[in-house]
């Protein structure tokens, strides 16, 4: 048995920092495992990021900048379509796991059945 390497697009991966690149492919490894164990049958990843360079107000702290990133994710599965699209932090490594578990939110409300919840005419 032979590990394949996930297929994941990235776009906009290279305009981030060497550290930040290895930190979002890691994440996004693991989050591809995680979703292709509740799916089984992606066929498609796409990470998306976008930064937001944002200047202080202040005069004495105009100097520095902070970086707030985007992270859209869509994954295509052959039933449907999930996309993220509500990420945004000052933190890369947070923005990314929201993206996911906003992806794996959908999932699991997509796949969810009437058997799951307890209804109020069923006593069993």
């Known amino acids: 048995m032979s590990y394949e390497e996930p297929i994941i697009q990235f776009v906009g991966l290279k305009d981030l920092k060497t550290e930040d690149q290895e930190r979002v492919k890691e ?3 693991n989050y591809h495992a995680k979703l292709q164990r509740m799916v089984q049958n992606i066929t498609s990843l796409v990470v998306h990021i976008k930064e937001h360079e944002k200047t202080g ?3 004495e702290d105009s100097k520095t900048k902070r970086i707030k990133y985007v992270v859209h994710v869509r994954m295509i599965a052959p039933m449907k379509t999930f996309a993220s699209s509500k990420a ?3 933190d890369i490594a947070r923005v990314v796991h929201k993206a996911f578990r906003d992806v794996e939110a959908e999932v699991k409300h997509a796949f969810r059945t009437d058997s ?3 209804k109020p005419y069923f006593k069993g």
């Open 27 to 29: 994440l996004a490894a």
């Open 57 to 59: 107000k202040k005069k």
């Open 88 to 90: 945004v932090d000052w």
């Open 116 to 118: 799951s919840y307890q």
